[in-house]
């Protein structure tokens, strides 16, 4: 298969659309259950999930600048778009989960891609794009415990 930059991007489509139908499908079956809410944390564990399992599934792409720039541009689409859609962003603006999503999908792929490229990854550390999915996700969650 060849080397697709933008298959993140389809990737975080639909586990983004996945996290969606589940989280209104539960408010459907289970209307006074607590569901967790659309914010940067769990925007980052879509993300670094959909980069995952790129990474499992074939060759991790190289660092380019304008591939980047094009996930980041995708991300913001997918995080704005499909939430919406689904009428789970209650009160929040399109514009505004368009932003954050962007952005944290691009620092995501940026981050993951940087750190896949400086460790050994293949048969002989099959755990190694997991871990380094988890270290970026408690990362994330440190970071926004300070904010």
């Known amino acids: 298969m060849k080397n697709n930059p933008l298959k993140r991007s389809v990737l975080l489509a639909a586990v983004v659309g996945l996290a969606c ?9 289970a209307p006074m259950a607590i ?6 944390p769990m925007m980052l564990g879509l993300s670094v999930l959909a980069l995952t399992i790129d990474a499992y599934w074939g060759p991790a792409p190289r660092l380019s600048w304008s591939a980047l720039a094009a996930n980041a541009a995708l991300g913001g689409a997918v995080f704005a778009l ?3 859609c689904a009428g789970l962003a209650e009160n929040t603006p399109v514009w505004t989960l368009g932003l954050a999503g962007a952005a944290v999908f691009g620092l995501a792929c940026l981050l993951y891609t940087a750190a896949l ?9 099959p755990l190694a ?9 408690l990362a994330g969650q440190c970071l926004s415990g300070i904010l």
């Open 35 to 40: 569901r967790p809410r659309l914010d940067l």
């Open 117 to 125: 490229e400086r460790i050994a990854t293949g048969p002989k550390a």
């Open 129 to 137: 794009p997991a871990g380094t999915a988890l270290m970026l996700y």
């Open 82 to 84: 499909l939430p919406w």
């Open 21 to 29: 139908l589940a989280l209104a499908l539960s408010g459907i079956f």
